[in-house]
């Protein structure tokens, strides 16, 4: 059974930063397409960041871009984001997701895109 978890959220001040990681069990980690998406609440689930399998390339939603970035270790079956200069509009429960597929077109935004979801962790920044 292939599970995700998330860590690394908390409470932060507006401008300071936070970098979550995401672990995989189960699954061949290398071959999978990985993204991150947030909820606040209230809201639909939206795009955050996403990564090919072998970390050749990365997406961004453009509310983010230039201060988010999204990486991953293979070696260690996990996921980062590094979120800088953070803002209130980032509050957000964040989630990892995984395809189940390593080729093929990638919808990278797409929530159906991604087979696997770890249960999220809360990131919360004040103002």
């Known amino acids: 059974q292939v599970q995700l978890v998330e860590s690394g959220g908390g409470l932060v001040q507006a401008g300071g930063s936070l970098r979550l990681a995401c672990t995989t069990s189960g699954r061949t980690f290398s071959s999978s397409r990985m993204g991150w998406f947030r909820q606040a609440p209230g809201k639909e689930r939206d795009f955050v960041a996403a990564?090919?399998?072998?970390?050749?390339?990365?997406y961004y939603a453009d509310s983010v871009k230039g201060r988010f970035t999204i990486s991953r270790d293979n070696a260690k079956n996990t996921l980062y984001l590094q979120m800088n200069s953070l803002k209130p509009e980032d509050t957000a429960i964040y989630y990892c997701?995984?395809?189940?597929?390593?080729?093929?077109?990638?919808?990278?935004?797409?929530?159906?895109?991604?087979?696997?979801w770890g249960q999220g962790t809360q990131v919360t920044v004040s103002s």
């Open positions: 997701a995984a395809t189940s597929r390593s080729s093929g077109l990638y919808y990278y935004n797409s929530m159906s895109t991604y087979a696997y």
């Open positions: 990564i090919r399998s072998s970390g050749s390339s990365t």
